[in-house]
């Protein structure tokens, strides 16, 4: 694996696990436990969205402090990633709580989004991203949903052939009032059986669903 690129206050460099070279085989893929360090996501958070940062753009997730990290992991379902030394290496969100304002094809009905999702630099292109994706994936269709859909920054190319590699089309665009960059609006049909089939967005179980204003730094 590449050297670390992470600060000194990330997780130490990840090793052993790899199933086959730049595959990462060692995360666990898990709900966020009460437990689990807020900073500890809003560090790599800041790290995994340096790269947008650095190219002029304002992405929440690169920004924000450990209490909107905490208010956002609670305000949907959060799964995280965790290496074999038990550090937090990935972090996306299901279902985060919208404002009422928001791109209409978050609001169709079996539409649901995720948000706030990261991994370790240092950890990148090693699968892990792809392990968080396909649990939020199925966790959707448990739900009953038919769509899984994002937003993210349209000047990242890089980040939006990801997405293409990975499936999902363009189906619009918006603009986020804290961002200084339109959004692509993206998103995949889950083709699997989806539960009730209603594609109804169910209350998540756990989920404290208060005050979410800026939700959508991806
Ligand atoms: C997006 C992100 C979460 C993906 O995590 P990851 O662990 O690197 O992703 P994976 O290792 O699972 O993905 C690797 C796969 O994507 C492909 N891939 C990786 N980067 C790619 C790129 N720039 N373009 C096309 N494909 C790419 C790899 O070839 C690999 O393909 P495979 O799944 O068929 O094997 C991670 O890059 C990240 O944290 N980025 C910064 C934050 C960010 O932009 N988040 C998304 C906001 S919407």
């Not at 690129?5 to 995360?27: C, I, N």
């Not at 937003?151 to 009032?177: C, H, N």
């Amino acid at each position: 694996m590449a050297e670390p690129t992470h600060a000194a206050t990330g997780p130490a460099p990840l090793s052993g696990g790899e199933g086959r070279a730049g595959v990462w085989t060692g995360a666990t893929v898990r709900r966020l436990l009460p437990s689990d360090a807020i900073p500890a996501i809003t560090g790599l958070l800041h790290r995994a969205y340096a790269r947008q940062v650095a190219m002029g753009l304002r992405p929440l997730a690169g920004r924000q402090d450990d209490a909107v990290t905490a208010r956002r992991v609670q305000s949907g379902e959060c799964w995280v990633a965790v290496d074999q030394a038990g550090a937090i290496v990935g972090v996306i969100i299901l279902s985060e709580r919208e404002p009422d304002e928001g791109p209409p094809f978050f609001h169709r009905a079996g539409v649901v989004s995720f948000s706030q999702f990261a991994v370790e630099p240092s950890a990148q292109r090693g699968g892990i991203g792809r392990e968080l994706l396909g649990r939020v994936a199925a966790r959707a269709r448990e739900l009953g949903n038919s769509e899984l859909a994002l937003s993210m920054a349209e000047p990242d190319t890089q980040l939006r052939d990801y997405y293409l590699a990975k499936g999902f089309r363009i189906v619009g665009t918006w603009k986020w009032p804290y961002t200084n960059y339109t959004s692509l609006i993206m998103s995949r049909a889950l083709r699997e059986r989806g539960g009730s089939g209603a594609g109804l967005r169910r209350r998540l179980d756990g989920c404290n669903r208060d005050g979410a204003r800026e939700n959508h730094g991806v």
